[in-house]
């Protein structure tokens, strides 16, 4: 079951894309995934640049603050942000937070904190990300996924 799942978010991953609605009508009859993860993966896919855009307008938007993003940063932040998304969202269809320590967190804190780049700063824009997207897609569809923004949050802490 697992390599079947593994294998179309490779797929899509090695697009660069979330997992279309064909994808995940054939993930929910053939492994039986609930309809809420269907439902907010779907969703989110359908609304992943507003969430995005969203999450780092509430995070990175800070009156006062030295933080504010030159272009590069905020493009940066924009793209980090949505590959968060994505693989949280592929987390959540699979059911296995394992896809985000394999894929994302592996050296991620280490290559943040080589870089220079704010680990408070990124798990607020993730806790931001967290946020509107439970707005975007319910509390039901919301309460999916945010146990994968908090293993995102954990491993960066």
């Known amino acids: 079951m697992e ?3 593994t294998s179309v978010i490779t ?3 090695l697009q660069g894309k979330y997992i ?6 054939q993930l929910k009859h053939s ?16 609304n992943a ?4 855009k969203e999450a780092v307008a509430k995070s990175l938007d800070v009156p006062g603050s030295d933080a504010l993003p030159t272009t590069r940063r905020y493009a ?25 320590d394999e894929r994302v967190l592996n050296g ?5 904190l080589a870089l220079g780049v704010s680990l408070a700063a990124t798990i607020k ?19 999916e996924i945010s146990p994968y923004f908090e293993h995102l949050c954990a491993g960066l802490s």
């Open 11 to 13: 797929s899509f991953d």
């Open 76 to 100: 940066a932040c924009v793209r980090d942000l949505d590959f968060y998304l994505r693989y949280a969202t592929y987390a959540m269809v699979a059911g296995d937070t394992t896809i985000l």
């Open 125 to 143: 824009a993730i806790r931001a990300m967290q946020e509107v997207t439970s707005d975007v897609v319910g509390s039901a569809a919301g309460h």
């Open 20 to 25: 279309d609605g064909g994808a995940l009508q």
């Open 49 to 52: 640049a507003e969430i995005v």
């Open 3 to 5: 390599n079947t799942i």
């Open 31 to 46: 492994f039986q995934i609930d309809e809420p993860k269907v439902e907010a993966a779907a969703i989110i896919r359908d």
């Open 108 to 112: 991620l804190k280490e290559t943040y």
